[in-house]
């Protein structure tokens, strides 16, 4: 029987490197993990692992993702950003085609303004909505992150 905190290690690893990389440099990252108690679970032994890690909540409601993050990350040095929630802003139905098209207009904006990776912590369907919906966007991706056993 598998535990319900059972994860890729080679994947927990690999975000572990990259928001404890020395040099610190964007890029736009997913982490795919469709459990959401092995979700918290994982954010949280990173956030633990690493002092400077901000959890920004994405609410639903909101068009614009690349804003919000902004406004919601404190200034500072960070390890890096998780931007978490994303899944149910796309749920809710809210202007989601704004939502899509503003992603898809915004990995400049992101590289401009946050030095550090960023992190996006989704489920596996919110992952694949993603690629087809918001391909420019997808394509900006560094790393996809499987979690999920």
Known sequence: MRSKFQ???????????????????????????????????????????HEQVELVPFWPYDSNVFEHVRQSTPPGPHDAVFVSGLGDAIASGYETQALF???????????????????????????SILREQAKDFWEWLEGVYRLDC
């Open 7 to 49: 994860y890729n290690i080679q994947a927990y690893d690999d975000l572990h490197a990259l928001v404890g990389k020395r040099k610190k440099t964007f890029s736009l990252n997913i982490a795919v993990c469709s459990e959401s108690g092995l979700r918290d679970f994982t954010m949280q032994q990173l956030e633990t692992a």
């Open 101 to 127: 098209d503003t992603l898809n207009l915004s990995p400049d904006h992101w590289k401009a303004w946050f030095p550090y990776p960023v992190i996006f912590w989704v489920s596996d369907h919110t992952a």
